[in-house]
């Protein structure tokens, strides 16, 4: 496992000798407006289901997301989280070699390093705004078993056209196409943009509630597939892999389709006024590149100062962003933060731009 996952806050409050609630942590990509409203409520009024096994196999569950989502029910998993499906995915597929696209998260990586698969990196260029040249990648991937690819990315937040990733799944159909989704609910005008619901077999797709309902802790994701790869892994899973009140929480956002899109384009409209006013205030500072992304949170390329430095001297301030020295492909010129309430939002900007100015105020 790597180490060095955003939302550490533990470790980081007890460096600190503060308790974690004083930290705001930036570092966590979750959704700055929290769950959907009554979402915790039901799980309280749920929490004796914590006393018997929940359903073995979370097929009610994956039921209900696959009929919320328009999906066909054979090819729809439910497991503990997306993480914990990248760990089955490339065993039970049998892969042999695989293309990371990047610089992204690193259990993709890890995962396959794992199971002994041959893993090389597709790196991605920040000078070209980590956009993919489809063209190189479509040659790269016919020479591979499979490609895994983050859309919208994390941590560069860029998001690849449905169609363009379509386009060379067909043009690759001896290779499998992992894709993860976790993040495409927060992109605004391409929220329903998934490749799930193409019906192309060599495509995995993964999907998240924890970050658009804010319930990480829940620890729930799916798997979507066509049904010969969903058998091969739904054998791998193991009994009882989702709890019960994540089951719950399935439950209640896929019964409330109207809330649940209210609380999601909320989610939107309020990242879309919060990035705007980041970028433009960043734009002030010469030694800082913003790369414009579509996600919860921001890349930033520093200069002049390293992102140890800048998120040690933010963690002064009790604010946890992201170093991304430990991404294959960036450096310690990289830092990402993660988009939270606009007061956090606003002092996490004051205070990069004071220390990059060289001053120790910070607005």
Known sequence: MIHGHGGNIREAAAALGCAPEEIVDMSSNINPLGPMPGLLDHLSGKIASVCSLPDVSAAGAAAA???????????????????????????????????????????????????GVCCQHFLLAGREGFVPDMEALAAAAKAVDAVFFCNPNNPTGVCTPVGELEALACRCPNTCFVIDESYLP????????????????????????????????????????????????????????????????????????????????????????????????????????????????????????????????????????????????LSEQFLRVSLKDGQSNRLAAGCILAHLSGSDAAG
């Open 186 to 329: 927060f992109v605004e005008g391409l929220a329903d943009a998934s490749i799930a619901d193409k019906g192309l077999d060599n495509v995995v797709v993964l999907q998240s509630l924890s970050k658009m309902f804010s319930v990480p802790g829940l620890r729930i994701g799916f798997c979507v597939a066509g049904p010969a790869a969903a058998e091969k892994i739904a054998r791998r899973l193991p009994p009882w892999g989702v709890n019960a009140l994540a089951q719950e929480a399935v439950f209640y956002i896929a019964g409330a389709p109207e809330a649940a899109a209210a609380h999601a384009a909320r989610t939107r409209t309020y990242l879309a006024a919060e990035r705007g006013a980041f970028m433009e205030a960043m734009q002030r500072c010469p030694d800082i590149t913003v790369f414009p992304g579509e996600a919860t949170f921001l890349l930033l390329r520093l200069y002049g100062m390293s992102a140890s430095e800048l998120a040690a001297r933010l963690l002064d301030r009790r604010l946890l962003v992201r170093n991304c020295a430990n991404f294959v492909g």
């Open 65 to 115: 997301y696959a009929e919320w989502q328009g999906l066909a029910p054979d090819r729809v998993l439910a497991g503990a989280g997306t993480t914990a499906f990248l760990y089955q995915i490339p065993q039970a597929l049998g892969f042999s070699s695989a293309l990371v696209v990047g610089p992204t998260y690193a259990d993709y990586a890890d995962a396959l390093t794992l199971h």
